[in-house]
């Protein structure tokens, strides 16, 4: 099936400083979602964006917390600057229309130390 | 706020039989997906429904947005069938997914 792709899997950094997330998604589809998942919980909704716009976001969307998608490169997900709690496995998601099901990548673990 | 309750938790089936997960919702929900999680923890998509049934080899999803729930049936189980099952359900105008515990569902020979 469609696959979307993250990059990186797996980034550690201290804590205080910036990360940025990508997602690579499906090529045709138009919503985009990033979704976080602490260990041992479930996974949680964070935002979506569509048309260059976020529609929503959760309140664990906070205010270091920031999504992008220039010119139809990757969608990402930046936060500046992290915090321990910031530790999870974010996960991205697209679909093609507002009809069609979401499409996860793997993941990618973070880990502010 | 809006939840998702999955049951069971837990699952062992013997090879060739067959059981149903459930997914209850406390609010009406627009649709649901159901994934289950590889060994390296993606999730595939199984069965995405706004209303009704669909069908799949040996799965089979329902879906009853008025009733509030969901489910996914299993039949014929075989060992590859192992894993964790998700089912999440799509809340509001913006397509978020609001997710269930999970079913770690073991197939036994």
């Known amino acids: 099936g469609p696959k979307v792709l993250q990059i990186p899997s797996h980034q550690i950094i201290d804590m205080g400083q910036m990360v940025t997330l990508n997602c690579d998604p499906v090529s045709n589809h138009l919503y985009f979602y990033w979704y976080k998942q602490i260990l041992g919980q479930q996974m949680e909704f964070l935002v979506n964006f569509y048309n260059g716009k976020v529609m929503e976001k959760s309140k664990l969307f906070k205010d270091q917390f920031s999504v992008e998608r220039p010119d139809g490169s990757y969608f990402t997900l930046k936060i500046q600057p992290t915090a321990l709690e910031d530790s999870a496995v974010y996960f991205c998601?697209?679909?093609?229309?507002?009809?069609?099901?979401?499409?996860f990548g793997p993941g990618t673990r973070l880990t502010v130390l | 706020g809006d939840q998702v309750e999955q049951s069971p938790s837990a699952l062992s089936l013997h090879e060739g039989t067959g059981s149903a997960l459930r997914c209850n919702f406390t609010?009406?929900?627009?649709?649901v997906q159901w994934f289950r999680k590889n060994s390296r923890g993606s999730l595939i998509n199984l069965f995405y429904l706004a209303s009704g049934t669909k069908e799949n080899g040996r799965l089979k999803s329902a879906f009853d947005s008025k009733e509030r729930y969901s489910t996914l049936h299993i039949r014929d189980a075989q060992l590859e069938d192992s894993g964790t099952y998700f089912c999440?359900?799509?809340?509001?105008?913006?397509?978020?997914?609001?997710f269930g515990l999970g079913t770690t569902l073991q197939v036994q020979p």
């Open positions: 999440a359900a799509e809340a509001g105008n913006t397509g978020k997914l609001i």
């Open positions: 998601a697209s679909r093609r229309d507002w009809e069609y099901e979401q499409y």
């Open positions: 609010t009406t929900m627009r649709a």
